[in-house]
Structure formats: C-alpha cells, structure tokens
C-alpha cells in the first residue's frame, strides 16, 4: 500500500513477501524492455522467479535460476552500504578488484547518508561468471562495517 511519498507495509506480510509481490507486479509488464528477462524465464521454467528469506535453497537450485537469468560476460552492479568510514570504500573497491582486476572511477559512486553516518558505493563492472558474482559478494560480506549489499 502506498501513501503520499512512503509505502506502508501490511504487517501480515514479511519484508521478503512484499519484495516478491512487488517484482512480480512488475516482472512481466507487456512492452517494458526492462521486464523481457524475468517474462521469458517465466515461459521457460512455468514458475516465477522469487528471492529467499531461508527457504533452503540448495547451491545446484541456486545454479540453475543463475543459469536461467543470467547471461555472462555480462554488466552487473554492485552496491555496499556500511559505516561511514574513510576506509569503507576502499575496502569494498579491493573486493571487487581482486576478482575483476582495476576499477576505473566512472564505473564507482559513492554516496553520503545525510547524517554522515552511512556511504553506499555502487561499482557497475563485467564479470564473467557466477563464481566471480558470488566472490565479489562474499569479499564484500567479510567486512563487518558493511550494513547492506544489492
């Protein structure tokens, strides 16, 4: 439900239903160029594509939904949030550039909360495969100032 400028959750539902609801809404809108890719998955598979909250998936399950959404080499976006630290963004550039090699700075931004207490640096690199996906997620988990990651 959305009201002037928020949304409002229903309390019924948890933050990972609502997420689904809300891609689902919008994964196979007739004449988005943006949607083609989950609207063909859905045609391949019969099932739509959801996110996990702990539902158990397995790392072969986890494979082949890669398998089905992802092409590679392929463009990906990698955006940390964490601790406002000089260092933070250092530390996850090194993250990605171990397993991508040199970052030129029109492929970073970075970002201030406003209270200065929080930066999210976002990184738009080639990778060339799901290991490297997972390597430069899992470097970046390890630093323990990082809050988020998408």
Not at 32 to 55: F, H, Q, R
């Amino acid at each position: 439900m959305v009201g002037f400028g928020r949304v409002i959750r229903d309390p019924r539902k948890s933050k990972a239903d609502v997420l689904r609801d809300s891609l689902a809404s919008t994964a196979a809108v007739p004449g988005n160029p943006k949607s083609a890719k989950p609207a063909s998955t859905l045609e391949k598979t019969g099932k739509p594509i959801v996110l996990s909250d702990g539902d158990g998936k397995t790392a072969d399950e986890w494979a082949q939904l890669d398998e089905h959404v992802n092409e590679y080499p392929g463009e990906r976006s990698f955006k940390a949030i964490g601790a406002g630290e000089a260092d933070f963004v250092r530390s996850m550039r090194e993250c990605v550039e171990r397993v991508v090699g040199g970052i030129e700075d029109g492929q970073m931004d970075t970002k201030e909360s406003s209270g200065g207490k929080y930066v999210s640096v976002t990184f738009r690199v080639v990778i060339q495969s799901a290991e490297e996906m997972k390597e430069i997620y899992e470097g970046m988990k390890r630093d323990g100032r990082m809050k988020f990651f998408i």
